[in-house]
């Protein structure tokens, strides 16, 4: 019988033998109605009742991952033209892959849906079938609902990251089907999004065929017209991804330098409104951003560091200076109208750092730049030590000390100046007691 397959694994996760019985029943009948039923109507019934089941009960998706996959599969491969049929199967599996909505053992239910993905992605069939939904007809379906279930199912099984990536470059044109989805509906459109960030974690080649389909213009046009900065998750989830696109990859940072899209940046760190509290929303979007930037000229140093990367970062940071993000970089955390979260103002001198430490057009620059600090001018610079030296967040201090770090670095001048203002006779001097003083 099709349900003494499950009890090894319902023991394991939820207890003893008996605890599961109750669902493994049902959906045992439900799985041999789909299976053996006659009529279209019974059949339509018992996977309508099962999506339900496996919406409530992470036991019921233990039994379907042991004994139901495959009828499931063998319903999504041999029925595409009856679409309630298909829609149905495609949004169990979807179930099977998702906590229930009344989660009170979120332990228990993470490792079913962990050993359901495995289950499922061990079978070498399954993700190309998922794939296959995505093409054009009559290969694939042109089906809203299909097509959204069908990479739902394919984000679920991203707690086998690897074996998902191979499987996806190993099916012809795979990741260019993907892209493709990118440019669907809304809803289709963000979950290929969110299967994009999975997929191109980590992955080199992913990564490029990604950015050669396009990739980084369709990002930002998305982000543009999703409000870029002062936009919701979407923009997000766009900015991961363009920043899981340029992570330790230097001929993509080449590419998205040589295509122009450096200029953009700045318009992805700047708010429609300043002042007033950060929303939560616009506080992680410029996180992201910043953090874009951050890989494009961080790429020499620390777990960013590959040789491509490193050949690349001070080419970046040239194109960086240029387009205009330093200014922000400085404005963002300092003087009177820096902005109110700590985390992206933090974020935004350790850029600022990374920069400065690399080019020494960055120094000259920062040597320049001035800030509005209570109703008077200040040099960015003395900002930057009354913040090392003031600021209460031990990060945003540190961050700050990095920033002056990289600036004395390999800058003589710049040293002289810091020493020769220790004497309190110049203007320089001056300002750097009041900061010290506060």
Known sequence: MLGKLTKNLGGVVFGGPESGDTEDNAVEGLLQRVADGVLPEDRRDAMEQLRDLLQDSAKAQAAVGAMGFPILCEVIREERKDLDMLRTALECLTNAFTSPAASVQAQQ????????????????????????????????????????????????????????????????????????????????????????????????????????????????????????????????????????????????????????NIAVLPSLLRLQQRGGSLGRQQAANLLYALEAVRVLI?????????????????????????????????????????????????????????????????????????????????????????????????????????VLQAYCSDNPSGQTELLGSLAAGGPFGKQLLGALAG
Request: net charge negative; charged share 20%; glycine share 6%.
């Open 298 to 402: 961080a790429g020499a140093s620390g777990v960013l560091a590959t040789a491509a990367a490193d050949a690349e970062a001070p080419h970046n940071a040239e194109a960086i200076l240029a387009s205009g993000v330093v200014d922000i970089l400085v404005g963002a955390p300092l003087g009177d109208h820096a902005v109110s979260s700590t985390a992206v103002r933090t974020q935004a001198l350790e850029c600022l750092a990374a920069i400065v430490h690399i080019s020494p057009a960055a120094k000259a620059k920062l040597r320049a730049a001035n800030c509005a600090m209570r109703g008077s001018s200040i040099s960015a610079v003395v900002a930057l030590l009354q913040t090392a030296l003031q600021r209460q967040d031990p990060q945003e201090r540190q961050a700050a000390e990095a």
């Open 109 to 260: 239910e993470s490792q079913v849906i962990g050993v359901n993905a495995e289950i499922f992605s061990r079978d070498k069939q399954n993700v190309p079938m998922l794939l296959g939904l995505l093409e054009a007809e009559p290969v694939g379906v042109a089906d809203f609902h299909v097509r959204y279930h069908a990479l739902q199912i394919l984000t679920g099984l991203s707690s086998s990251p690897h074996r998902l990536q191979e499987a996806v470059l190993a099916y012809p044109m795979g990741v260019v089907r993907l892209m493709d989805m990118m440019a669907e509906r809304e809803v289709v459109r963000n979950e290929a999004l969110l299967l994009m960030i999975v997929l191109t974690h980590s992955n080199a080649d992913i990564q490029k065929i990604a950015a050669f389909e396009g990739a980084f213009d369709r990002l930002l046009t998305i982000i543009k017209a999703e409000g870029a900065a002062d936009g919701g998750v979407v923009v997000q989830d766009c900015l991961q991804l363009l920043q899981s696109l340029l992570r330790r990859n230097g001929s993509n940072q080449r590419m998205f330098r040589e295509l122009g």
